[in-house]
Structure formats: structure tokens, C-alpha cells
């Protein structure tokens, strides 16, 4: 079972960026697509951006296009998101995930927050 790990959070001024990345510490991100989501405070858990294992497909939300990017590095297990022009409404934890062969994303890390200040 793969176990993953977010690390890059932080506090950073609105406009700024910050690199996220997600390791797989026991196993690795398998055969499927892998993911970034976010949950800000009172608010449900939702899809941030989401990358295919060969890393040629990706998917954003549409709160996201144009200033965040998903990117991957197969030989050393690892995913990141790159976030600019952060806005406050991005303040959450970011949480990625790995499907499972349901194609459902069945494994989690802890998350990291993300806190962007105006």
C-alpha cells in the first residue's frame, strides 16, 4: 500500500507562489493517475489538478488554469504542484492522492497548508 507525503506548504502574500510536493514513501504512485486536492476552512474537500501515471495528460480545475501546474518525476516518486499568482481563496490544506485500480482515489497523504495572505 502506497503511503504518501506532502511537504512545500507555507504562508505567502497574495501574488506570490509556492512549489508543492507530493513523495511516495512506501510503495509507488502505481499505474494510475495521481492528484491534488484541496479543503479550505467550512468548505467540502475538492479537485485541484490531477496527472496521468505516463505524466502526458493533465487535468485542472478550472478555479486553477493558467496559474497552477501538475508535474511529475516518475524515477524519483514524486509529484508537485507549482501554484503562482496565489490568491487568498487558495488558503487550504493540499492534500494529493493516488488512485487505485477502481480508478477511484483510494490513498492519501496528510496534507500541507497553504496560506496565502492579501
Known amino acids: 500500500q502506497v503511503q504518501l507525503a506532502e511537504s512545500g506548504g507555507g504562508l505567502v502574500q497574495a501574488g506570490g507562489s509556492l512549489r508543492l510536493s507530493c513523495a511516495a514513501s512506501?510503495?509507488?504512485?502505481?499505474?494510475?493517475?495521481t492528484g491534488w486536492f484541496r479543503q479550505a476552512p467550512g468548505k467540502e474537500r475538492e479537485f485541484v489538478a490531477g496527472?496521468?501515471?505516463?505524466?502526458?495528460?493533465?487535468s485542472y480545475a478550472e478555479s486553477v488554469k493558467g496559474r497552477f501546474t501538475i508535474s511529475r518525476d516518475n524515477a524519483k516518486n514524486r509529484v508537485f504542484l507549482q501554484m503562482n499568482s496565489l490568491k487568498s481563496e487558495d488558503t487550504a490544506v493540499y492534500y494529493c492522492?493516488?488512485?487505485?485500480?477502481?480508478?477511484?482515489?483510494?490513498?492519501w497523504g496528510q496534507g500541507t497548508q497553504v496560506t496565502v495572505s492579501s
Open positions: 492522492a493516488v488512485q487505485g485500480a477502481t480508478l477511484k482515489y483510494d490513498y
Open positions: 512506501r510503495g509507488t504512485f502505481g499505474t494510475y493517475a
Open positions: 496527472i496521468a501515471r505516463s505524466g502526458l495528460s493533465t
